[in-house]
């Protein structure tokens, strides 16, 4: 097989098996990497399958991988990923470890795809957003460009297999176990981080770096997709015709009008973000609201993974 050779590490997981998906179909020369615990697996891959290998040093740092996928958790991709950037490949991370360190850019390729590639001139590390924030920066990005955000207000309805792939077995095992709505979060005060992310990542993506942004998250029980209520005040009044006009037009958006609404079910499987229940916010001077669900899996980590994947690699092959 010609063309760059792929390495997806955390290949078991809820993102690593839809990222294997994703490649599949795209025709990716593939390893993939996890844990000791799932060392000689065999997971699928489109029509055949893939043995899974240890992520150790030396199978990351071999130089016969132009570019990682890591999905693994922030403490595994602070070890490996350096690892994998020191011996040339480049790293694309969808943990924590990397998205608000200075310098390393943060990238939803339909809003800042031109940041992807001044990786290429340091270590080659690209960090990708939480899945809350990717659908909420497609969203609010092109209306920003139109009328300037003022003030946004977030309340997330986030399914389990945003927790991983465990979480997802227990859910399918046990659906009444887990009907309530949870905030298993790690906090930070009287925020918990998911809050705390969703601010941060959002300013460092739309580089409003004073953008008065609050958020409430929330786990409810969903297999996939997460859905986001937003509230988005404007410094100037904007329609919802003209922002639906605007949302219409915008890349990885489909606006749905009534009585279609966005749902997580509807959302899953999709790349697309669905948008919908756009309408006058009555409470506030030039505000509107505004419904979206997106597949968490695929537009919030693996797909928009592979996004700036191919921005990466057209940017190496111009080069
Ligand atoms: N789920 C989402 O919607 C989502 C969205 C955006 C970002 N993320 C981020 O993506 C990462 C993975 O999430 P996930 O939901 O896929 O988790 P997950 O289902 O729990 O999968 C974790 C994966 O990491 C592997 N792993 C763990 N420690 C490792 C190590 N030391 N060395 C090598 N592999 C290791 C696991 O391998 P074994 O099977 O061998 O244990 C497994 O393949 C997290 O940082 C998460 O924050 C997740």
Redesign the pocket.
């Known amino acids: 097989m010609s063309g760059p050779r792929i390495g997806v590490?955390?290949?078991?997981?809820?993102?690593?098996?839809i990222t294997l998906e994703l490649l599949a179909e795209r025709g990716y020369d593939v390893r993939a990497?996890?844990?000791?615990?799932?060392?000689g697996s065999r997971l699928p891959f489109g029509d055949d399958e893939i043995v899974?290998e240890?992520?150790t040093p030396e199978a990351l740092s071999a130089g016969d991988v132009d570019l990682f996928l890591?999905?693994?958790?922030?403490?595994?991709?602070r070890?490996?990923v350096p690892i994998a950037s020191a011996a040339g490949a480049i790293c694309i991370d969808?943990?924590?470890a990397y998205r608000l360190v200075d310098g390393y850019p943060l990238v939803v390729p339909e809003v800042n795809a031109h940041r992807a590639l001044e990786a290429l001139e340091r270590d080659r590390i690209v960090a990708?957003p939480?899945?809350c924030t990717i659908p909420l920066t497609c969203v609010l990005k092109p209306l920003h460009d139109v009328v300037p955000l003022k003030r946004v207000y977030v309340a997330t309805y986030q399914?389990v297999?945003?927790?991983?792939?465990?979480r997802?077995e227990q859910l399918r095992a046990e659906p009444s176990a887990d009907h309530n709505l949870v905030m298993d979060w790690s906090w930070e005060g009287d925020e918990s981080d998911e809050e705390s992310k969703l601010r941060a990542e959002t300013r460092k993506i739309l580089e409003l770096p004073d953008l008065a942004i609050s958020a409430t998250c929330v786990r409810v029980p969903v297999l996939v997709g997460?859905s986001e209520a937003i509230w988005v005040e404007f410094e100037e009044p904007l329609s919802p015709g003209d922002a639906t006009a605007i949302l219409t037009d915008a890349p990885s958006v489909r606006v749905l009008r009534i009585p279609e609404v966005p749902t997580p079910k509807d959302a899953a499987g999709g790349d697309e973000v669905l948008v919908g229940r756009i309408r006058k916010d009555e409470g506030s001077v030039n505000g509107l609201a505004l419904f979206l669900s997106c597949d968490?899996?695929r537009k919030?980590?693996a797909l928009n993974a592979i996004q700036i994947a191919d921005v990466l690699l057209a940017g190496v092959a111009a080069a």
């Open positions: 590490v955390g290949a078991t997981g809820a993102v690593g098996t990497f996890a844990s000791a615990r799932s060392a899974v240890e992520a890591f999905s693994v958790g922030t403490g595994a991709s070890e490996l969808k943990s924590s990708n939480n899945c399914s297999s945003g927790a991983g792939a465990q997802m997460h968490n899996l919030g980590a």
